[in-house]
């Protein structure tokens, strides 16, 4: 197939253009590179030997996005025609959504409905959208199930959520889409190569890259949100996905959906709550040594704990987790050590 990745520059994204190259389909990339560099594209064509197309486009600049189908359009079947679109574009960080909602709203809200409406116009109607599990909201039980009730509870979460029932109403009202709504659990880990991974601009927020950096001297101690959780060690618990098992998900859900009309919907995790000393610990394990942390007061928001339930893409995908805590933070840290201040170090 020919797949357009919007976001492919991104971390996830450029996992996913890996697989896809690797798995033999043609990529096309469309990122306006507001949080990533082109230089990740530059080493998935290292890594797999093979070319992803790259377009400078946001997606909010609908003409510009209409010049990439018209470029690419063709009879259905024909190699320069685009058959399918993995949609991972959008702004991921809860705290600033909180302070920019409508900038939210506007980039991965609007963003999505320009793409669809291209979309629809060209006839290119197999989509695969970066959903979260922020989506399942404070109160679901674990571990979360694609049939429970949503409700997200930051700006982020719902920009998600909005977008999930915008391509189910599409879905409802046209039968020739093809739609799979993925929400991930937490991506961490880079490729085993460590050429590739996540480089946060700024100061991270999530665990793994802050992690990282203070591992690679960038950062003095990772602080620790609250330590009196009712868990087992008193921190959070959390689902961690190998970013490279994630990317593997998004191959066979676009390999499943295309051949499938309807809209689908899919936990991408492992299934394993960890805690956030399991990571610590796991991390230290890779370094080999000890990691300077301080427990300090719980991060408004968070939830004690929370898990998925990956049966739906087994038993529909065929898809499961493989890699181990271990893995994940063995192979993130390859690709801190190796590129201490991300891709600026190229
Ligand atoms: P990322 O920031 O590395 O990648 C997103 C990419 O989208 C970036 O390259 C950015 O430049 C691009 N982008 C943003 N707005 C755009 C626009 N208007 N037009 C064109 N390009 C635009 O983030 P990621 O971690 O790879 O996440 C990918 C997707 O997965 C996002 O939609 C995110 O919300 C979702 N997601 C991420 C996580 C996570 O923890 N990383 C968890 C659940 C869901
Ligand atoms: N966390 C932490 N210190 C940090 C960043 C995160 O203790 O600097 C904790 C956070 O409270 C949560 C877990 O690590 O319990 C995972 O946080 P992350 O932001 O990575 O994912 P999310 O909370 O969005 O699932």
Known sequence: MKVLV??????IGSHTVLSLLEAGHDVLVVDNLANSSRESLSRVQEISGRTAVFHAVDLLDEPALREVFARNSGTEGSHSRIDAVIHFAGLKAVGESVSQPLRYYHNNVSGTINLLRVMDDYGVRTLVFS???TVYGESNPVPYIEKMEIG???PYGRTKEQVEDILSDVGAADSRWHIALLRYFN????HESGRIGEDPLGIPNNLVPFIAQVAVGRR????IFGGDYDTPDGTCLRDYIHVMDLSEGHVAAVNHVAQKAGVFRWNLGSGIGSSVFDVLHSFERAVGHE???EITGRRAGDLPAFW????AALADLGWSTSKTLDQMC???WRWQKNNPQGYTTA
Not at 187 to 190: E, K
Request: net charge negative; glycine share 14%.
């Open 291 to 293: 990691l300077a942390h």
């Open 308 to 311: 998925a339930d990956p049966s």
């Open 131 to 133: 959903s979260s599990a």
């Open 6 to 11: 919007t976001g492919g520059t991104g971390y």
């Open 330 to 332: 063995q192979d993130h």
């Open 220 to 223: 003095e101690k990772l602080m």
């Open 152 to 154: 997200a509870n930051n």
């Open 187 to 190: 991506p961490v880990g880079a």
